[in-house]
């Protein structure tokens, strides 16, 4: 299911860059959850009882949604209590989780607390952290590497820029040697920071003047979601954008550097986020 994804080449404002299209593994099962995901595909689970925890409308709930699908087990997810909004969603990662039938959702003000306390009652089941894990992400950022390597093999001095919520994907791709560039994305700098400084290779986090409180809609977030719809490609509104927006503010910085960009997947959560850009008359 996991196949090796093109690297193409694209204009951004005036500089060639190069980009990553992981958007492209698979039209539900893509970005840095399917490759942080990739080891489970090999594991036999069937009947088996994965258990984690999150946002209810989180691009991993939507990928174990659908990996439990395909391998025949079952989900247990922790997250917060359901809004009357929420419940009439129709669409996005919450509808398709709800829809799948392989989830049990479990409604807590602690998610994290009472999945772990879950988890630790039935040993047997298989517990994955918000997000995933360096420790279940390096099989598939081990494999992503190695593509990485051979389709940038002829450029002089790539970098590599990953976006993070909580940072898993870029750490883990850090680990295999490239010199990996992340952003913010959600939560507070100095936690990622201290979950870096816990591994012997971490990201170099991008400074930036620009910043935002996570999910809330912005228009310069919006102007660069249209900019890369107009080039053909469609990036999610909360991380691959947000990284974007500071690439662009630090250009002059890499002018001597090749640009690769590896795209994070997660569109199915841009229908629910254009929702709230279109409240808030920002499109």
Not at 87 to 112: C, D, I, M, W
Not at 237 to 247: S, V
Request: aromatic letters at 12%; charged letters at 25%; one cysteine or more.
């Amino acid at each position: 299911m996991i196949s090796q994804t093109p690297l193409q080449i694209f204009e951004f404002f005036n500089r060639l860059v190069y980009i990553k299209r992981d958007d492209l593994l698979h039209p539900l099962f893509s970005g840095n959850k399917a490759r942080k995901f990739a080891s489970l595909l090999k594991q036999e689970l069937k009947s088996k009882t994965l258990i984690s925890y999150g946002g209810n409308q989180s691009n991993a709930l939507q990928s174990l949604a659908l990996l439990s699908l395909l391998k025949d087990c079952n989900l247990i997810y922790f997250t917060t209590p359901f809004s009357k909004a929420l419940l009439q969603e129709s669409e996005g990662n919450f509808a398709y989780a709800l829809k799948s039938g392989v989830v049990e959702f479990r409604e807590t003000p602690h998610p994290q607390e009472e999945s772990q306390k879950y988890a630790l009652q039935n040993p047997q089941a298989l517990f994955i952290p918000q997000g995933g894990s360096v420790e279940l992400a390096m099989e598939g950022m081990r494999e992503l590497s190695e593509e990485l390597r051979k389709q940038t093999g002829d450029l002089k001095s790539p970098i590599f820029f990953y976006s993070s919520g909580i940072g898993t994907a870029s750490l883990t791709l850090a680990q295999f040697d490239l010199e990996v560039y992340t952003a913010l994305g959600a939560g507070k700098l100095e936690d990622l920071l201290q979950r870096f400084s816990h591994y012997p290779k971490s990201p170099k986090v991008l400074e930036s003047e620009f910043h935002l409180p996570f999910g809330k809609p912005h228009t310069k977030v919006w102007e660069m979601y249209e900019y890369w719809m107009g080039q053909g490609v469609e990036f999610d509104l909360l991380y691959d954008c947000l990284l974007w927006i500071k690439i662009k503010e630090n250009l002059a910085r890499f002018e001597d550097r090749e640009i690769v960009f590896i795209h994070s997947g997660g569109l199915m959560g841009n229908i629910t986020q254009e929702k709230r850009y279109r409240l808030k008359n920002l499109c």
